[in-house]
């Protein structure tokens, strides 16, 4: 059974001073039953690295460019991401469909990229509050998850992130049946598509508005194998808790 995850997103936060929250958290969770990856700015991933050597946090990045390298002024690829000392990469986050016009189809070219690196690629996923009030949610989210999921998605190389795009950073968070819903559509047509083993270990994340106060009912949630944090995971004492919840859970 793969390991629940806790994943941080630091979004467009963080210089060297705040480094030292890897080192506190990993203090604090010397041997935490679920997974602990980070995913600072990409100035920070190689030092990032360095101070989680040797303690269970890993570290990831939050975007790459589809191509390995060339002539793209700005971007980086998954390898420079894994040489850096990454071992995930975000991708199709909300954040980048929306201001820099990632498609499906971009977000699974960048998902190639990161698994031909030997990366596990977080897809994320998630409709906006006009979609679910259409009644869209699920029509979305499984065109999504088809278009933008690699073909050779495993449980291993492989993990998406639900996160409804009026939940993220708003405080709001969609109610536990609405999530159950999601989670337990997109566990089935992920059994559809890649087989039962695909289907039932690829872990699905819950992402939108995760704080220490609600972590643990979210974690309870079937199909719910951990979270993906934006402003709490910048704070060692709002991230320690969720991880802690979801120990409870693992
Ligand atoms: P939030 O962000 O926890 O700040 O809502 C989540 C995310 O964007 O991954």
Redesign the pocket.
Known sequence: MTRKLAAG?W?MNGTAADLDRIARLAAAHPEPACEVLICPPATLVSRAAEQAAGTPVKIGGQDCHPETSGAHTGDHSAVMLADAGATAVILG?S?RRADHGETNLTVQRKAEAVLAADLTAIV?IGETLDQREAGRTLDIVEEQLFGSLPEAATAENTVV?Y?PVW????GKVPTNDQIAEVHSHIRTRLGDHYGAAAGTGIRLLY????KPGNAGEIFAIDNVDGA?????SLRVEDFSPIISALDGKA
Not at 167 to 170: E, H, K, M, N, S
Not at 207 to 210: A, E, K, R, W
Not at 228 to 232: E, F, K, P
């Open positions: 997103n979004k986050h954040e994320c992130a996160e939940a993220i950073g708003t992402g939108g508005s995760v993906l944090v934006g402003g709490a």
